[in-house]
């Protein structure tokens, strides 16, 4: 095909706006990060003025530097706060594994007609408020909310314990609003089993609990993979639920990069702050991408 | 299979006629993708009012001669005319071509009306006109009931006939059908083939159809070019194709038929005589023309043109002796797969005019296998 | 059809109730008379006439729903384009960046999208306000919508579009009359995700909005950061209220095309 006027707009546009709205954006930070910061608006140095023709590209370039990253590597906070979001992330995965597994494999083996309201009712939590469901476990935790005022009551404890503010509560925030994202890749796996499958290996000597083990859990693999990614990538960079949910010693580097920015106005570390909580995604994603074209391959 | 061919009369053979103009004319065309050559130095003539039938195994480049028809391919190289015109750079909006969709591509949010309505309405037909072709239409194919269905409330053959009025509707000079039957199932194909040589005449329309099927070629098709490899191996009628193929590769690939190698001994009186092992008589035979004395040749013969007997025949040549390996038994015919003494297995076929009781020939017997001189043919390649 | 089996049975009340209980108990102290979200002292909707009153929150919904029409409809229009791109331009230069440029903002950090996107706007000197929260949406929203919309084109039959060129249409006729209808449920769920997507959205938009505009997940964000307030409840009452009001006449509105189907 040629490149024609209509093909080249229909490409161009689109690209062009990600270019200027996605990569840019992002060279700019990669950029921040080398500079230092001073009081000023913007508040960093050195600016590119092009005025200067190439001597001033040269010179910029030889003023930007890795001091932020050795900054960050120096000070023990930014480095505990990266380990211990991937911690919390881990610890969270995990529990939504085990509380997702078995509501997809429910799900799977309900009958046809409710298999869908089912499903509906997993993905209708998507559509509303990420926000709004977060705080609805502000009221149920905290020290006058109604878990305590159920235990009171039932005379289990005797004065209010605290869960609100702590990780706790940032791993119960977790597991609820990335529940979803665990049930429905593996439910997709599940729903596509052929049951014959398990009825082949049960004729073929199988306990129905071994064939589960042997036959069940090998084919969700993929399933298993791509909900785990979905729930750890992201809760890595996680902002909002750690700020409603955990306490000041709940440590997630969204926080951090957050206050660096809101609060103490000090772009480049904050800018040095996204790039290396970029790199360290960059693993877990490029697993994930794997594994979602192996299952394409499968598909095929 | 005689009685579906078209009822043209007898003389419609334009390729023979060399005054006849041609409305489609491939000359020299070729098409690659980087190394692939999807087709190669095409030079193929399409005279107005033929069914022609482009067949061949999947790959081998029809399917790639048809969309260059259609305006989806631009040619490599060489020159493709419609009717007198170059249709380079002609987009396929601009063609006076319409092409029937091998997933027949009916438009499933519209009706079948609108469906047909479709490309009158991008015409310049006033639109007074278009609901009384949409009605012609309609009726032409036996779906005036089923106007204001969508395609997915329609049967596949209701489908197809849609697909076909819709392709029709604007009369195009050319209409190009890609495996028009080859989602039906098999009683259905049959019958639509009819319909399809039906409407043909009926439209006097020019169709030009893919197909992978040969049987279904041969009973639509005015003309077939059998294709492989992006060449044109053959082009010819259906007879020719079938009783006169140019190479083993045709022989081979419409119907049944078996093969003997041997050398050429000796041409005369247009007979060629083929030694091809020391203890059976040499082959007889009429020949392709590039047979020539002194090299490697095969002989082709059909299944049905070979006698089976448990005498030897009289005649000095073309008759083999072997012995029954099989015997197929299909109702109407029985097929005879006789071994020879060097392993080679030739087919025999004869209709079963007695009961089965009546018939002579069994498994192990020792049988001569026997045809006349004009049953076969002796090619080159 | 099999039978549920007790544990299945549990599984999905227990898991269901996790889902869905928290919300209930939110709905339910919207309407509670008392200050206190936590003690039931009475039905009331007072808290809902509040609401009404405050003029921070309905200043913010303005916002919000301004931003959210505009941006949703912006990424649709981008997102399909790049959907087709992604589908039926086969190869040209820049595909692989063109890619992963689509399905990078699906994984990518909130804050470092956020982030980038402020300091673009700062280095070119654009004032911040609703215009920057509706750029910045529509970036990262036209991915999702890229990505529902080439799933459903990816299942189009490509003859279609030839069928109609075939028969006379020109490349945008066939699009318009052809292409589009059949992808509408996709471009539709596309710029309702879009929609959703925005008007949830509380970090991309705090670091875009600058002080001008305030969205509505930030005006919340800033109260419940101070507490649980009867007030949120309420608001948030009528938020679930209107997705589950969209989401079933959707979901209703698709059945009913389906029996239609079936009927004839």
Redesign the interface.
């Known amino acids: ?1 040629q ?1 024609n006027w ?2 080249k707009l ?2 161009g ?3 062009l ?3 200027a ?6 060279l ?2 990669l950029k ?1 990060s080398l500079s230092d910061p001073v009081l000023a608006i ?1 508040p960093y140095s050195p600016r590119l003025d092009l005025s200067n023709g190439f001597e001033g590209i040269i010179t910029f370039f030889s003023e930007l530097d890795f001091e932020n990253y050795i900054f960050l590597s120096e000070d023990s906070l930014y480095w505990k706060a990266y380990i211990s979001s991937i911690k919390i992330s881990a610890i969270a995965t995990f529990f939504t594994l085990m ?1 997702g597994f ?2 997809a ?3 799977s ?4 007609n409710w298999r869908t309201p ?1 499903l ?3 993905i ?2 998507f ?7 977060i ?6 935790l ?1 020290n ?3 878990i305590n ?1 159920l235990l009171l009551w039932m005379g289990v404890i005797s004065e209010p314990i605290i869960i609100l503010n702590t990780n706790t509560a940032v791993y119960i925030g977790i597991v ?1 609003t990335y ?1 979803p994202f665990m049930v429905l890749p593996i439910y997709a796996t599940l729903d596509r089993l052929d049951g014959s499958l398990l009825e082949a290996a049960q004729d073929l000597g199988c306990t129905r609990f071994s064939a589960f083990w042997l036959v069940t859990l090998r084919l969700a693999k993929p399933g298993i993979a791509a909900g785990c990614f979905l729930v750890f ?2 809760v ?5 639920i750690p ?2 949910l955990g306490g000041s010693r709940t440590l997630m580097i ?1 926080k951090v ?2 206050d660096e ?1 809101f609060a103490n106005r000090d ?1 480049p570390i ?2 040095a702050v ?1 790039v290396f ?2 790199l360290i ?1 960059l693993i877990p ?1 490029v697993l ?2 794997r594994n979602e074209e192996k299952q394409r391959e499968h598909e095929r | 299979m005689n009685h579906t061919k078209p009822l043209t009369p007898h003389h419609f053979a334009p390729w023979q006629d060399g005054t006849s103009k041609p409305l489609i004319s491939f000359s020299n065309v070729s098409k690659t993708y980087g190394d692939f050559s999807a087709i190669d130095n095409v030079d193929l003539k399409i005279y107005p009012k033929e069914f022609f039938a482009l067949l061949g195994p999947s790959g081998c480049g029809k399917t790639t001669l048809m969309r260059m028809l ?3 391919e631009e040619a490599s190289t060489g020159t493709i005319e419609i009717d007198g015109h170059n249709m380079k750079g002609v ?3 601009k063609r006076p ?3 029937m ?3 027949y ?1 009916l ?3 519209l009706s079948v009306a609108d469906n047909l309505a ?2 009158l309405k ?2 310049k037909m006033p639109k007074s006109e278009i609901d009384g072709r949409v009605e012609e239409m309609l009726r032409l194919v036996q779906l005036t009931k089923f106007a204001k ?2 395609p ?2 329609l049967s596949g053959g209701q489908k197809q006939r849609v697909a076909l009025a ?2 029709l509707a ?1 009369s195009p000079k050319l209409l190009l059908l890609d495996e028009p039957l080859g989602a039906l199932d098999k009683k259905l194909r049959q019958e639509t083939q009819f319909e399809l040589v039906d409407i043909q005449e009926k439209t006097e329309t020019t169709f030009v159809i893919v197909t992978h099927d040969q049987e279904e070629a041969m009973t639509m098709a005015t003309r077939i070019a059998v294709m492989d490899h992006g060449k044109l191996m053959q082009v010819g009628t259906p007879d020719e194709i079938y009783e006169a193929p140019n190479s083993t590769y045709i022989a081979d690939f419409i119907g049944d038929i078996s093969i003997i190698s041997g050398h050429v001994q000796d041409i005369e009186n247009e007979r060629a005589t083929i030694i091809w092992d020391e203890s059976q008589t040499p082959i007889r035979g009429s020949f392709e023309r590039n047979v020539t004395k002194g090299t490697q040749a095969h002989f082709a013969i059909r299944p049905e043109k070979i006698q089976i007997s448990k005498t030897e025949p009289s005649q000095g040549y073309n008759k083999i002796f072997g012995q029954v390996e099989d015997i197929a038994y299909t109702g109407n015919m029985s097929t005879y797969f006789v071994r020879l003494p060097n392993q080679k297995l030739i087919t025999s076929q004869m209709v079963n005019d007695r009961r089965i009781s009546q018939r002579s020939i069994t498994w192990e017997d020792h049988v001569w296998l026997s045809w006349h001189d004009e049953a076969g043919i002796i090619l080159a390649k | ?5 007790w ?3 549990v ?2 009340s227990l ?2 109730a ?3 209980l ?2 209930l ?2 709905i339910i ?1 919207s309407f509670n008379e008392s200050k ?4 039931w002292s009475g039905f009331s909707v007072k808290w809902y006439g509040e609401l009404f009153k405050n003029e921070a929150f309905l200043e913010a919904a303005w916002v919000t729903l301004r931003v959210g029409i505009i941006s949703s409809t912006l990424a649709t229009v ?2 399909t ?2 959907a ?2 992604l589908v039926r ?2 190869k ?1 230069l ?1 595909r692989t ?2 890619s992963g ?5 699906l ?6 999208t956020g ?3 402020l ?2 706007f ?2 070119i000197g654009v004032d911040r306000g609703l215009m920057t929260i509706i ?2 949406h529509a ?1 990262f929203s ?1 991915c999702y919508v ?1 990505v529902v919309v080439s799933s459903r084109m990816s299942q189009f ?1 490509e ?2 579009d ?12 066939a699009f318009f ?2 292409t589009l ?2 992808i509408a449920p996709a471009v539709i769920s596309g710029w309702l995700l879009s929609f ?1 997507l925005s ?2 959205d ?2 991309i938009a705090s ?1 875009t909005a600058g002080p001008s505009a305030t969205t509505l ?1 930030m005006q ?2 800033s109260s ?2 101070l ?2 307030s009867p007030e ?2 309420a608001l ?1 009452t009528i ?2 209220g209107l ?2 009001l ?2 079933i006449s959707a ?1 209703l509105s698709t059945k009913r095309v389906k029996t239609r ?1 079936n009927l ?1």
């Open positions: 095909m490149m209509p093909r229909l490409i546009i689109p690209f706006w990600l270019l709205l996605f990569l840019v954006p992002f700019i930070i921040i913007p509380i078995p509501l494999y429910a799900m083996n309900a009958s046809e089912l509906m009712l997993i209708l939590p559509w509303t408020s990420f926000l709004i469901r705080y609805s476990w502000m009221g149920i905290s006058t909310g109604l005022q609820y529940l990538i992201p890595i960079g996680e902002f909002v700020s409603l969204g990069l957050w920015f772009w904050a800018s996204a909580l970029l995604l994603i994930f991408q | 259609a305006g989806f987009p396929a909006n071509v319409n092409m969709f091998q997933s591509a438009f499933p949010h479709f490309g991008r015409s269905r969508k997915h409330q819709r392709a604007k | 059809m099999r039978k549920l089996s544990f299945n049975t599984t999905l898991g269901f996790f889902l869905y928290p919300i108990i939110l102290f206190l979200v936590t003690v981008l997102g384009m790049a087709f791109v331009a086969g040209f820049g960046l063109f440029m689509i399905y990078a903002p994984v990518m950090p909130e804050v470092i982030l980038s996107l300091l673009l700062i280095s750029l910045a970036t036209m890229c039959d003859s279609l030839e069928a109609a060129l075939d028969l006379g249409c020109t490349r945008l006729d009359s052809v209808p059949i959703t008007l949830d509380l970090v670091f997940p919340i964000f419940v950061k507490g649980v949120i409840n948030s938020l679930i997705v589950t969209g989401v979901s189907k004839h």
